[in-house]
Nanobody, 125 residues
């Protein structure tokens, strides 16, 4: 499975951005899809994830209420809608797929494989 992120860019604080993760194959063969981000000098951190069996979603605490993850089965795409963006959201955003069945999707990078190349999101005035 290959994943390709797109949709990043420059946005002002308080603005919105929508990033997409396009899969080369059927996402339902994986247990979950996660969005992560990595800012310069910081570790990669989980932002949101969605299970493919029932589209259950989970968010990191700092993203709850601002970000929404969703899946388009027909297009094999997972989208991350980001609202009320802050300068601290600036990072490279990655999507990845977790092949293992778990009680829930998690924000541990080691759970995931098939990482995309990332898309840069910059929040600045």
């Amino acid at each position: 499975l290959q994943l390709v992120e797109s949709g990043g860019g420059l946005v002002q604080p308080g603005g919105s951005l929508r990033v997409s993760c396009q899969a080369s194959g059927d996402l339902s063969t994986y247990y979950s899809i996660g969005w992560f981000r990595q800012a310069p000098g910081k570790e990669r951190e989980g932002v949101a994830c969605i299970t493919t069996i029932n589209d259950r979603t989970y968010y990191a605490d700092s993203e709850k209420g601002r970000f929404t993850i969703s899946r388009d089965n027909a297009k094999n795409t997972v989208v991350l809608q980001m609202n009320s963006l802050k300068p601290e959201d600036t990072a490279v955003y990655y999507c990845a797929a977790d092949p293992s069945v778990r009680s829930r999707c998690r924000f541990w990078p080691d759970d995931y494989e098939s990482w995309g190349q990332g898309t840069q999101v910059t929040v600045s005035s």
